[in-house]
């Protein structure tokens, strides 16, 4: 009986987490394997505070996000830049037409503050859909 129980708990805890992970249709790693590939940055770069950056490119340390997200992008794109001297970058991922308000949020910010951080658009098509 007491292994039925953890059993019952094993499967509740894999549904969880499995109902957590469908709110996207994908995983931010799906979306930051490609963009990060396609423009020829190296991934999970991991700085001596043991801190990530999700993408290293030749002129950018880029933070990957959903569009919700957006105000958190900020702060580790910054983050990341100071330690790696590149200029901060975000990629924002806009999965339906709804997200876009996240993208126009994320550069008014910047635009206002005169922050040094480029942005991009990545959808599940890999443009703007």
Not at 8 to 29: P, Q
Not at 41 to 48: A, D, L, S, T
Not at 65 to 84: C, H, N, P, R, V
Not at 86 to 109: M, S
Request: aromatic share 14%; with cysteine; proline share 2%.
């Amino acid at each position: 009986m007491k292994y039925l129980i953890y059993l019952f708990g094993a499967l509740l805890l894999v549904l969880f987490v499995s109902l957590a992970n469908a709110k996207n249709l994908h995983l931010e790693k799906f979306y930051q394997e490609r963009w990060c590939k396609a423009n020829g940055g190296q991934m999970e770069v991991v700085f001596p505070d043991k801190t990530r950056c999700d993408c290293l490119t030749k002129k950018n340390a880029i933070e990957f996000d959903f569009g919700k997200k957006w105000a958190e992008s900020i702060g580790q794109a910054l983050y990341y830049s100071i330690q790696t001297g590149k200029r901060a970058g975000v990629v924002l991922i806009l999965e339906n037409k709804d997200d876009y308000k996240y993208w126009i949020r994320l550069n008014t910010i910047i635009e206002h503050f005169g922050l040094p951080i480029d942005t991009w658009i990545t959808s599940p098509s890999g443009g703007l859909d």
